[in-house]
Nanobody, 116 residues
Framework: QVQLVESGGGLVQAGESLRLSCAASGSIFRINVMGWYRQAPGKQRELVAAITAGGSSAYADSVKGRFTISRDNAKNTLYLQMDSLKPEDTAVYYC??????????WGQGTQVTVSS
């Protein structure tokens, strides 16, 4: 099994920054791609950013140029640096780990609230 624990959420004003962390434990060797998803009230969960084991990354258009995903394999930790935050970034952010056979593992989520 894989366990994912997010941290770093909070309340900030528009234009400020936050860094989310996701600590992974358990059968980490099974994970191929890690990502951050978010879900705002009344909306579907959406992919924010993803990064492969080799370090290739991809971003949703809405966060390109503002968010940066990274992973520290030595610490088994995934990060999401969020700059120039906007009120529309308000959501619960979830860490995801996907194995090579496409099994998904999820963290419990961390709330990010951006006030205008």
């Amino acid at each position: 099994q894989v366990q994912l624990v997010e941290s770093g959420g909070g309340l900030v004003q528009a234009g400020e920054s936050l860094r989310l962390s996701c600590a992974a434990s358990g059968s980490i060797f099974r994970i191929n791609v890690m990502g951050w998803y978010r879900q705002a009230p009344g909306k579907q969960r959406e992919l924010v950013a993803a990064i492969t084991a080799g370090g290739s990354s991809a971003y949703a258009d809405s966060v390109k140029g503002r968010f940066t995903i990274s992973r520290d394999n030595a610490k088994n930790t995934l990060y999401l640096q969020m700059d120039s935050l906007k009120p529309e970034d308000t959501a619960v952010y979830y860490c995801n780990g996907r194995t090579r056979n496409l099994n998904d593992h999820w963290g419990q989520g961390t709330q990010v609230t951006v006030s205008s």
